[in-house]
């Protein structure tokens, strides 16, 4: 029988499940909010013997998170992933307040605050975001971004080709929560202090020209690809199935940008790419 496609979506509350699962929806999947974690057992019963369900997402809060993920797993018929959504406290607070929403916890009378609320979610966040396959910082997240990384992610009949997600950002405002690599290119000539160019980012031309022209970019895109050639193939013979590079210089506008679309395009031939500007695409 072929594998029923499960993605546990899951994280801090506040960070965006209703989104996404709104995306997942958009995309086809059978969607499933808060369902009762004891009836798992039953319900992937259902989905052994019925031919209605072939990919399905579930929103589960943090406290059911892990059950949850340990019945599913042990279904061999079931193809699980699990998102976990993250969110800097100060965003979330924020969010909370402008909507005029009460935090789970609170109507749940577990805590008595919104700051203690997040402080007890955050606590039991780190084992479950352990064990997911995706981690999504939505803190600068726009929605239309939002639905650009899900989909990298689960694209029409989930390819299996590995991805690879580049990140421009600027090391002023903070590193990327969900990167697995770094690549600084604050030494590279600043295209910040040419008059003309300032206003641009790499998205432009002229910046593109300025900072691919110099030498020191040269040299630094010749050794950064023979490196990641070699890590990405040890990547995929370990099972991994994506990566997120991120690229920083110091305000994410310039160098940062034109070198994750230097790269995004190299390896665009190759994998599956999905290119991101945090700090540019304000």
Aim: charged content about 25%; overall charge neutral; some cysteine.
């Amino acid at each position: 029988m072929n594998r029923i496609e499960v993605i546990v979506v899951t994280g801090m509350s506040g960070a965006g499940k209703t989104q996404t699962m709104a995306i997942f929806e958009n995309m086809g999947y059978q969607c499933i909010d808060n369902y009762p974690v004891n009836l798992l057992k039953e319900f992937g019963e259902l989905l052994r013997t019925s031919n209605t369900y072939n990919k399905v997402a579930m929103a589960v809060s943090l406290t059911d998170a892990i059950f949850a993920i340990r019945i599913l797993s042990n279904m061999e018929w079931i193809d699980l992933n699990t998102v976990f959504l993250d969110c800097e406290d100060k965003t979330i607070l924020t969010r909370y307040k402008q909507t005029r929403r009460s935090h789970p916890l609170m109507i749940k009378n577990i805590t008595s605050s919104l700051v203690d609320s997040i402080d007890v979610e955050r606590r039991q966040a780190e084992p479950i975001a352990k064990l997911a396959n995706i981690i999504i910082d939505t803190t600068l997240l726009k929605p239309v971004k939002l639905q650009d990384k899900i989909e990298a992610n689960f694209h029409k009949g989930k390819q299996a080709a590995f991805r690879i997600s580049f990140v421009s950002f600027g090391y002023k405002h903070g590193i990327p929560k969900d990167a697995d690599l770094l690549l600084d290119v604050r030494f590279l000539p600043n295209p910040f202090y040419v008059e003309s160019l300032r206003s641009l980012t790499g998205n432009d031309k002229e910046v593109y020209d300025y900072v691919m022209s110099k030498k020191e970019t040269k040299e630094f895109v010749e050794r950064t690809i023979a490196y990641y050639d070699y890590l990405i193939k040890e990547y995929e013979k370990e099972g991994k199935m994506s990566l997120i590079i991120g690229v920083g210089c110091t305000g994410g506008q310039h160098r940062s940008v034109t070198l994750a679309n230097y790269l995004a395009k190299h390896y665009g031939q190759i994998y599956q790419v999905y290119t991101w500007h945090r700090d540019a695409d304000h």
